[in-house]
């Protein structure tokens, strides 16, 4: 390994370009937000003056910040949790040789073809209580006798959304695993079953540790993307009714677009983005060391 | 013959299994084409019925020129083709690095990389749009370009792309390439002729994903761009939704439906890539 | 529109140079572009505003005007992202309830300056008013609606109510009878924008206000109780549609066009929806119901000129030009609104039975008081609301606590 002591600087070099980019595009904006936390700032964006924490007091003290603090993390648990208890069996199941394998690959990662917004949209008009199709369908197959108010309470409109969250979530983590499977060497398998392991200890022993740093990749960018997730409970319920499905980022919207508060907006977003920091370190933290990577 | 019948006996096993996901997968979309070709008073009749009285196929060509579709088809080309190539370029050296170099800034870099995805877009687009109407390009500034678009997503794909790769890299076996080295390859020939050929299938994965995350992203595009003529799929079609009086759904669920076609085919071409030992069956 | 704005002003560069060289002695001509950012109300408003633009070029030769049409949704999100970028346009059109924070961040600029009493005297006084803060005029008053109780004909007919019901007592008793039919009486909106508005009318008409004299919140008197009492037992009773908090304005509207609700109370517009959407259905317009008074609520949006607009007297002369005659019957007719100048109202497209019956409304309309904390105070009715109708709060309890959150939002 000494060639490589011999050129101390060529990994920098290399990680110039991709660091130079991802600092230029999101330096400015960040120093924005920054300084829009710690000063009054008009609903339309001007600065009025300086005023130091306050704007993260006042969000503090807002029980309905609060409330959407506590089910944000609800809310990642479940679909990120969902997603990856759905994605690791399909993905199982997708990587075995069977006819129509690729017609089924298709279709489970076709969530991912439409825009967020636009799921949400389709799903909130499935959703409605009159015209929808799931209550339509329902009805048809006699499963319920009147419509379900699916959307009108939040104890039925959260998990809701939380299903059409994991739905979503699905064909991305999907294809990392198949991505990691397809990296798994075959002859390993071959190894393990001339020894007699069954195909569930060749899971466990096998397949799972060589799908780990995938499984980590898998749940650390879902849980940041999920957290951060916007379009599904803004669409569907505004964060309402009374507030029942807020998390973060729709109250920050609201705070920030509705309401004429970008200050505090800005405040909700650095304290949003230091829970994902500590959320994200506490669990890279936690896995055990690997050699390699990820 | 038996393996036939085994591999028949594994493809229903695995169909029941999935079954479940691909009703539900294929639901919305079910929703999506019998509402687009729904002539235009069946949308709301009650009671609501699935399959419409006459399959009004005319509701494409209405929405496409309605919704200015081909333009707004030809600008979500332009910008996710544009970001993946750059996120690609940037991402694949230090991919490289991270997976080949033990070095000190290592961890502090993912860090790093991380904390770009953990900002909000719904706050980070203020500050880009002010950014963009600062810099001085042409004559006038860098709002309601494409190149900006390109950049920012190409910035925001980063993280992903160098952690997919080098994640996908790491399982690349480096005695390939320093055996290559030992029988007297450069460096940069052994990477070329041994390493990229391994790595193309994770690039492609990759290069897949920043395409699509392109294609179907709505905040940057929408507070950037600022001309019809320069609007993507997203936002177009978003825009015929959202807080209107009246919304044309017929309309929207076919350019919804054609706005999927791309990334689909996509999908179809991307899954040969996720078969497995691809990667390592080319080595023996 | 940055890539256009950019061809144009090299075009007009171009042209001026040319004039400048050509002679010294001739009157260079003034060569501006208006930039004018406008809320989507239907399909007609791009059409109707890029027409006026092109009158307005063709008479004024040099001149341009450019149009944005931006959704109302992220009508507050665009305006702030380019106010914050410093590339707003001249003359844009708002919510009226924003004009006070735009009065404060100085982003507006005053038109009294530009108007003579002539042009003052065009307008309906009662739409004016709302534009105006501390005594200046800051925006004009480009669409204004105002909110009646629609109802089907065939089924209050049926109920006993052929000229539809006059107060909520009749309301009661009619659904109660829609109800034994097997349809839902009254429309009621329990989700998104305006459902504070929803409850309002109840509140108003029982004798109730939102904001008190002292600029305190009002709401939580007895009258606001029995206002929200009343709504509650329509519910639990099933004189509404059932599932209220999934109602969005246009959710219900969509129910009164299938039939399924019989009464609904809703803008001009709707009409006009009706009429296309469903134009075999016989529907009335009547007073919004009574309780001890009567009451509607009115609401405009403007058009305010932006204070660092660097072609004032050009956005001006547009501004002239939006609100005589022709073109504001055009948009007025188009839209459905209810006319803001004198001279539209007397226009004939304006004579029909509709939009009377929406005018005859105007003396008894509240507007929304213009006072910092309209917006959280509307949040925070809308949240109690929604949680009385869902059965979680008394609706004493839950105006309360509403009232404390107005005070704090209203106090600054």
């Known amino acids: 390994m000494t060639r490589i002591a011999r050129r101390p600087l060529t990994p920098w070099l290399l990680i110039v370009p991709s660091f130079a980019l991802a600092l230029f595009v999101i330096g400015y904006p960040l120093y924005n937000i920054v300084f829009q936390s710690v000063h009054e700032v008009s609903r339309f964006g001007l600065i009025r003056g300086f005023c130091g924490l306050d704007n993260f007091r006042k969000v503090f003290a807002d029980p309905i910040f609060m409330a959407s603090l506590w089910r944000t993390l609800w809310w990642t648990l479940g679909v990120v949790g969902g997603t990856v208890l759905v994605a690791v069996p399909v993905a199982l199941i997708l990587n075995q040789d069977f006819y129509g394998r690729g017609v089924a690959r298709v279709i489970v990662m076709l969530p991912w073809s439409v825009s967020l917004t636009m799921t949400a949209i389709v799903w909130r008009w499935a959703f409605n209580d009159e015209y929808g199709m799931v209550n339509v369908t329902l009805q048809r197959m006699g499963l319920i006798a009147a419509p379900v108010h699916w959307l009108a309470t939040s104890t039925l409109a959260f998990p809701v959304e939380i299903l059409v969250g994991i739905l979503v979530s699905v064909p991305f983590t999907v294809t990392i695993f198949l991505g990691g499977l397809s990296s798994v060497p075959v002859d390993i398998y071959e190894a393990a079953r001339i020894d007699g392991a069954s195909g569930w200890q060749q899971f466990r022993k096998l397949t799972l540790p060589l799908l780990r740093p995938f499984i980590n990749m898998a749940i650390v960018l879902n849980v940041i993307y999920v957290f951060n997730s916007f379009p599904i409970i803004w669409v569907m319920t505004q964060g309402g009714p009374s507030n029942g499905t807020h998390i973060l980022v729709t109250y920050l919207y609201e705070q920030g677009f509705r309401l004429g508060k970008p200050g505090e907006a800005a405040a909700v977003s650095l304290v949003m983005l230091v829970m994902l920091f500590a959320i994200t370190a506490l669990y890279l933290r936690i896995q055990p060391r690997e050699g390699g990577e990820a | 013959m038996s393996i036939d019948r085994r591999k028949l006996r594994r493809s229903l096993v695995c169909w029941a299994a999935l079954a479940p996901l691909v009703v539900i997968v294929l639901f919305p979309f079910a929703v999506m084409f019998f509402t687009a070709v729904k002539p235009a008073d069946e949308v709301f009749v009650y009671p609501a019925r699935w399959l419409p009285s006459t399959f009004r196929w005319a509701n494409f060509s209405d929405m496409w020129v309605a919704t200015r579709f081909g333009v707004a088809l030809e600008n979500s080309l332009i910008v996710s083709l544009g970001s993946m190539l750059l996120a690609i370029a940037v991402s694949v050296p230090a991919a490289y690095a991270l997976a080949r170099f033990p070095f000190r800034g290592k961890g502090a870099y993912r860090q790093f990389l991380l904390v770009t995805q953990m900002l909000s877009p719904i706050l980070l687009v203020i500050g880009l749009f002010r950014m963009a109407a600062m810099i001085h390009w042409h004559g006038s500034n860098m709002v309601d370009k494409h190149i900006s678009v390109i950049v920012a997503y190409a910035a925001f794909n980063v993280a992903f792309a160098v952690w997919m790769l080098s994640s996908y890299f790491a399982t690349i076996p480096r005695d390939l390439e320093e055996s290559a080295w030992l029988e007297g390859c450069g460096r940069a020939r052994a990477i070329v002729k041994v390493f990229l050929p391994l790595a193309v299938p994770a690039m492609v994965v990759t290069a897949i994903f920043t395409f699509i995350n392109g294609w179907n992203e709505f905040a940057v595009v929408y507070t950037l761009i600022r001309s019809d003529a320069n609007k993507t799929l997203t936002v177009q079609i978003t825009d015929l939704v959202a807080g209107r009086y009246t919304v044309e759904w017929h309309q929207v669920m076919a350019a919804t439906l054609l706005a999927t076609l791309p990334v689909s085919v996509l999908f179809a071409w991307l899954q040969r890539y996720l078969v497995k030992g691809l990667a390592l069956g080319a080595v023996k | ?412």
């Open chain 3, 1 to 412: 529109m940055k890539v256009c704005l950019t061809q144009r002003l090299t075009k007009v560069a171009v042209a001026l140079t040319a004039v400048g060289l050509a002679g010294f002695l001739a009157p260079a001509a003034q060569a501006d572009t208006v930039r004018v950012t406008v809320a989507y109300y239907s399909d007609q408003t791009e059409p109707y505003f890029k027409q006026m633009a092109a009158a307005f070029e063709k008479a004024n030769p040099g001149d341009a005007i450019q149009i944005e049409m931006v959704n109302w949704d992220t009508l507050q999100q665009k305006l702030q992202t380019d106010i914050a970028g410093g590339s707003n346009a001249d003359l844009a059109i708002i919510g009226t309830r924003w004009l006070l924070d735009f009065v404060k961040d100085d982003m507006a600029e005053p038109l009294d300056g530009y108007m003579n009493p002539a042009f003052k005297n065009r307008f309906i006084g009662a739409f004016l008013a709302p534009g105006q803060i501390s005594g200046k005029t800051y925006g004009l008053p480009i669409a204004a609606s105002a909110r009646a109780l629609y109802y089907n004909k065939t089924t209050l007919t049926k109920a006993g109510f052929p000229e539809g019901p006059k107060t909520w007592d009749d309301v009661v008793a009619a659904s109660r009878k829609i109800k034994a039919a097997g349809g839902y009486g009254f429309g009621l909106q329990g989700k998104e924008i305006e459902t504070d508005i929803y409850w309002y009318y109840s509140l108003w008409t029982n004798g109730g206000d939102v904001v008190g004299k002292n600029g305190k919140s009002a709401f939580a008197s007895p009258a606001g109780i029995k206002a929200a009492t009343l709504y509650k037992s329509m519910i639990d009773q099933g004189l509404t549609q059932p599932g209220v908090t999934n109602y969005s304005r246009e959710d219900v509207q969509n129910l009164f066009k299938q039939g399924r609700v019989s009464m609904v109370i809703s803008a001009p517009f709707l009409a006009k929806q009706i009429k296309k959407e469903a134009p075999t259905l016989k529907y009335g317009i009547a007073p919004v119901p009574m309780g001890t008074s009567r009451a509607t609520y009115a609401v405009t949006d403007s058009m305010v000129m932006f204070k660092n607009s660097k072609v004032k007297a050009t956005a001006w002369k547009f501004l002239d030009y939006l609100f005589t005659k022709g073109p504001r019957v055009a948009f007025t007719s188009n839209e459905g609104f209810l006319p803001t100048t004198k001279e539209e109202a007397a226009a004939p497209q304006f004579a029909d039975a509709d939009t009377k019956a929406f005018v005859n409304l105007l003396p008894s309309a509240r507007f929304a008081p213009t006072v910092t904390g309209w917006e959280d105070t509307a949040k925070a009715v809308s949240d109690a609301m929604q949680s009385v109708y869902l059965g979680k709060a008394k609706p004493a309890d839950a105006l309360k606590a509403a009232s404390l959150i107005a005070d704090k939002a209203l106090g600054q």
